[in-house]
């Protein structure tokens, strides 16, 4: 079986007990959070190698480095073929830094995107700039109603009701 699909119903579990599932994303989180700092120190060096070697070279489980690899892939160069991996599947860490950067935001991960080695990469105002642009891209932005005694927008100085607005 995919390791990918081994992670989702263990990280998913719908008949796991609630506080089982609490500790584990507990733990994967911290995994992931010490995985990710060792990256950002090397942001342009490619790792690689097989899920079972990135597991042992950042200490973490085969199944843990899989919801890694899972959670990154979106913000890779070069995709992973995360659907049909296995633990002797080649795979890469060659990240986007900007991608990156957006999709910790949009995943509300404050404590990824605030790691103290995005300050080597990124300059605070670039930081900012790029946390603004990916909460921007997802706010829904309602245009302004036009009542029927309101201005025209069309600026021919009628009321809307007797212009643009008649049926």
Avoid: H
């Avoid at 733990?27 to 042992?56: C, H, M, R, W």
């Amino acid at each position: 079986m995919a390791l990918l699909k081994t992670w989702r119903d263990m990280a998913y579990s719908e008949t796991a007990n609630r506080g089982d599932l609490q500790r584990f994303w507990n733990t994967y989180f911290e995994a992931e959070k010490e995985i990710y700092a060792q990256l950002l120190k090397n942001p342009d060096e490619v790792v690689s190698g097989t899920v079972k070697e990135l597991a042992d070279k950042y200490e973490v489980s085969v199944m843990t480095m899989t919801g890694f690899l899972d959670g990154i892939n979106d913000s890779l160069k070069e995709a992973n073929p995360i659907e049909e991996m296995e633990e002797d599947t080649q795979v890469n860490l060659g990240f986007d830094k900007p991608l990156l950067y957006k999709n910790m935001v949009a995943a509300g991960a404050d404590w990824l995107y605030e790691l103290p080695e995005w300050e080597a990469i990124f300059d605070e105002e670039t930081r900012k700039a790029l946390y603004k642009e990916q909460k921007s891209s997802t706010t829904v932005v309602k245009e302004d109603k036009v009542y029927p005694n309101d201005p025209c927008p069309c600026g021919s100085g009628k009321k809307y009701k007797k212009c643009c607005g008649k049926k």
